[in-house]
């Protein structure tokens, strides 16, 4: 212990002697002594960054009153490792401020400082506890904090912070803070049940969640930049103004070493849901007012995820690096014939509901054996000037401002905004001006169209981070809530592109333009037809022969079938025709959506590719609805709102929600909702028969919200009741048999490999409706049509 109080007496004299005591760092409770302990101290992260930034800190912060001891974990036996641990902090170099002299003093001290401890079993941590304790009450110091830095994989944080808690809390009044390194799960679930568990055993105020991006000296300067520019910016930081958000990490890199935990995560899971997705929130939270507090930081960033737009796979490209499969097979032994479908490439378009984003493209992309190493988010401009003569006049350029990571053709850091915006406002005595710069273009614009802003002194991520763990400021980490939204956000996506199979390109220059993608509506395609794809065989998915539609019979009815997507499109094809047919012989177009997970497609479909849809003059009504507010997630309202009304011009009066919530409760009987619901058909369907009614059918039969053993004949002439499901929520409104039954059309979705027992069962039972309610559709003189996918009739 004395070479702790030794060292850093030895360096107050010098320094002191230097440059006098630095301040008391702010949200540090008091000076005393620090104790880092990193688990995983042997492991690449720490020989790469980790002892590097603690070097840092430690010749930063030893002038000011702190004294350090630093601990490298691991599993290994302290004998074996010890080596290993002085290779990696022989390494490490001083900050550019310090003199050479200083700077050999400083590291030696530093050096002496540091020791390995073996940290495998409970009782390992326990004697480290005992250790810890031991050192303070020895030398007579005061603690001021613990900061335990677990650089191991994610399965083994739970108990680590186990064992913190257990045997290595600090001393009364001195703080804990264990840093934690990605992956936070890998959806939603698994980060929620990773956050319980950590939970248990540490408060939120000491989880420090690392996102190295968050301390890359441009990204933190996200929003100082927007604040210091907010004369220029505001009147233009809106969709009216801006063109697109592109953010950007390009690698040259492949996966190489790393398979085994990548192949689990893919790029977006590896970079898009953490480091891309925080640049996003930082562009385009909104401002506040305190750029430190972090609850109000916080607070701006969740109002964003709430407002970003429901992703499904269509708003995404993937790519796939040829050689990737192999160094699967490789590191992961398997066999020739195994195929990973991970995507290492992806484009994606996000979009955020709030009236100042509304319908402006964001895009996120990445990837790993690209043609350059390079990072950016680049916010393009609209530009309302026509030019008719000199096209390379200044005002006829592209607009923008570009936050540049760093490499690429720059290698540094830099905020650039073209010299058509505005000049910006220099922040603070840490960021200079460049005006003397080599000849390069930035993003396809020559470097002195640009005014550029750089960092005085580059500082890498991990050290600027660190020092930020030190200061227990908590803005630049993820909290739960920040970690939990983003995941709730992603899942979906990654669920839905889990069978897709990405594009296969060859890697660097190669790749042309063969992962060009672009936008079309909510939709992004690749730009050019495939070269190379997996083999379809091996997704277990369909054949590029099966896409044709089938007509037949089931039931007896009408049946169409055909590949899910073909089917989608015929449906809407047909719904279309239905709604033109109807508007031209009468004016008005009666439609009758239900809810489910099936015509979830059908919705997007319509919302993306028929623009030429009678919308105005159609009416759309429910065929069923949950007892939930219209707002829940669960309502089939909602969904219909969030997939498809919310994305198509139709009058607001056109639009028929059940009344399902009166007078502040759920369908009472008393509150007539299903009477005022029938009233309404009564009045504005023409004879109560709707032109085309979309239904589905459950596991157990049931369509609408009529189910097995609801007594089907008790809703006499009615044509809306109220129902119940065995499932949750177990109160409904439901168009009934008779309603469904006047329709002039009426389809039947049927869609993926689980219907298939089912629809083999219908194929067979009579009609039996109380036994299975949809054997009970049989239009009196419309026209019932069976849409079933192939997954669901072949199994
Ligand atoms: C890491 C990812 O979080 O970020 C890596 O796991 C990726 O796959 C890296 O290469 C990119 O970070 P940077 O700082 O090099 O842009």
């Given amino acids: 212990m004395w070479k702790v109080v030794w060292a850093t007496l030895l360096l107050l004299a010098t320094v002191c002697a230097q440059r006098g005591y630095a301040k008391e760092t702010k949200g540090a409770p008091k000076v005393g002594h620090v104790s880092v302990v990193i688990v995983g101290g042997t492991g690449d992260l720490a020989k790469k960054y980790l002892w590097q930034g603690f070097f840092h800190l430690y010749a930063n912060q030893v002038s000011s009153g702190y004294s350090f001891s630093f601990y490298g974990g691991g599993l290994l036996p ?15 170099v001083c900050p550019r401020e310090l003199s050479v002299e200083r700077c050999a003093l400083v590291k030696e001290q530093f050096l002496k400082l540091a020791e390995y401890w073996q940290l495998k079993t409970s009782e390992d941590y326990q004697a480290l506890g005992k250790h810890l304790t031991e050192q303070l009450t020895q030398e007579g110091i005061v603690e001021a904090g613990r900061l335990f830095y677990l650089s191991v994989p994610a399965f083994a944080y739970a108990d680590i ?39 248990t055993s540490l408060k939120d105020e000491e989880m420090y969640r690392i996102d190295h991006y968050l301390g890359k000296q441009v990204v933190s300067k996200i929003l100082p930049f927007r604040r210091e520019n907010s004369k220029h910016l505001d009147p233009i930081w809106n969709k009216h103004h801006i063109e697109r958000v592109e953010i950007v990490l390009k690698e040259t890199l492949d996966a190489r070493g790393r398979i085994p935990f990548y192949d689990q995560y893919g790029v977006i899971r590896d970079v898009i849901q953490n480091h891309l997705t925080e640049v996003m929130t930082l562009l385009t939270m909104g401002l506040p007012a305190n750029l430190s507090d972090v609850k109000e930081v916080l607070r701006n960033k969740l109002k964003i995820f709430s407002a970003l ?29 195994y195929y990973s479908l991970t995507p290492t490439f992806a484009g994606i378009m996000v979009h955020i509901d709030i009236a100042q984003y509304e319908k402006m493209p964001i895009i996120l992309t990445s990837g790993k054996m690209l043609d350059e190493r390079l990072g950016y988010a680049r916010i393009l401009f609209k530009n309302d000037i026509f030019c008719v003569q000199s096209h390379n006049s200044v005002h006829c350029k592209p607009k923008q401002i570009v936050f540049y990571f760093g490499h690429g ?15 910006p406002d220099l922040m603070d005595t840490e960021w200079k001006e460049i005006t003397e710069h080599k000849d390069v273009s930035v993003l396809g614009m020559p470097i002195s169209d640009y005014y550029v802003l750089t960092p005085t002194v580059q500082r890498e991520a991990y050290a600027e981070l660190i020092s930020h763990i030190f200061q227990g400021r908590k803005d630049s980490f ?76 089931y039931r007896s ?62 009416h759309v009504w429910m065929v069923d609805e949950r007892c939930v507010p219209l707002t829940e997630l669960d309502s089939n309202f909602r969904t219909l709102h969030d997939h498809l009304l919310q994305h198509v011009k139709m009058p607001y009066f056109n639009i028929h929600p059940m009344p399902v919530q009166m007078n502040q409760r759920l369908c009472v009987e ?12 009564n009045q504005l369907v023409n004879a109560s028969s709707f032109h085309f009614v979309l239904l589905g059918v459950g596991y157990d039969g049931h369509t609408a919200s009529l189910f097995p053993g609801s007594k089907l004949d008790a809703h006499g ?55 299975w309610p949809i054997t009970g559709i049989r239009p009196t003189s419309g026209r019932l049509v069976w849409y079933i996918d192939y997954d669901a009739l072949l199994g």
């Fill in 557 to 618: 009815a009408e049946m169409v079938s055909a590949w899910p997507e073909e089917l989608i499109v015929r449906l809407a094809a047909d719904l279309q025709a239905s709604a033109e047919k109807a508007v031209r012989e009468g004016g008005r177009f009666h439609l009758a959506l239900s809810g489910g997970s099936s015509p979830l497609a059908l919705f997007q479909r319509l919302a993306r590719h028929h623009y030429s849809f009678p919308w105005r003059d159609t």
């Fill in 309 to 337: 737009q429901h992703l499904d796979r269509n708003c995404a490209t993937i790519g796939q690096y040829q050689n990737y499969n192999l160094e699967v097979q490789e590191e992961l032994n398997k066999t020739k014939e």
């Fill in 670 to 681: 008393e509150d007539s909702g299903a009477l005022l619901y029938e009233r309404d058909i």
């Fill in 409 to 423: 053709t720059l290698q540094y850091p830099a905020i650039l905004v073209s010299k058509n915006l505005f000049k």
């Fill in 78 to 92: 302290k004998d074996k490792a010890t080596p290993f641990l002085f290779e990696a902090l022989k390494g490490v």
């Fill in 161 to 199: 912070a186990e064992r913190i808690n257990n045997s290595c809390r600090p001393t009364d009044g001195a703080w804990l803070r264990v840093v934690l390194e990605k992956p936070f799960g890998h959806d939603f679930s698994s980060a929620q049940l990773l956050s319980t568990q950590l939970g």
């Fill in 717 to 771: 002439d009615s044509l809306v009741a109220l129902t119940e499901s065995p499932a949750k929520p177990h109160q409904r409104m439901s168009l009934t048999l008779r309603a469904i039954n006047q329709a002039q059309k009426v389809g039947v979705l049927v869609m993926g490999k689980s219907k298939h027992e089912l629809v083999t069962q219908l194929s067979r039972v009579k009609d039996n409706p109380n036994k």
């Fill in 478 to 553: 993820i909290s739960t809530e920040n970690l939990l939204a983003s995941w709730g956000f992603w899942t979906p996506l990654l669920h839905g592109l889990a069978k897709t199979s990405p594009r296969l390109y060859p890697g660097g220059a190669d790749n042309g333009n063969m992962l060009d993608f672009k936008l079309l509506g909510r939709e992004v395609t690749f730009a050019n037809e495939a070269v190379v794809m997996i083999p379809q065989d091996h997704m277990g998915g369909s054949g590029a022969e099966s896409f044709q539609v089938m007509q037949g019979k």
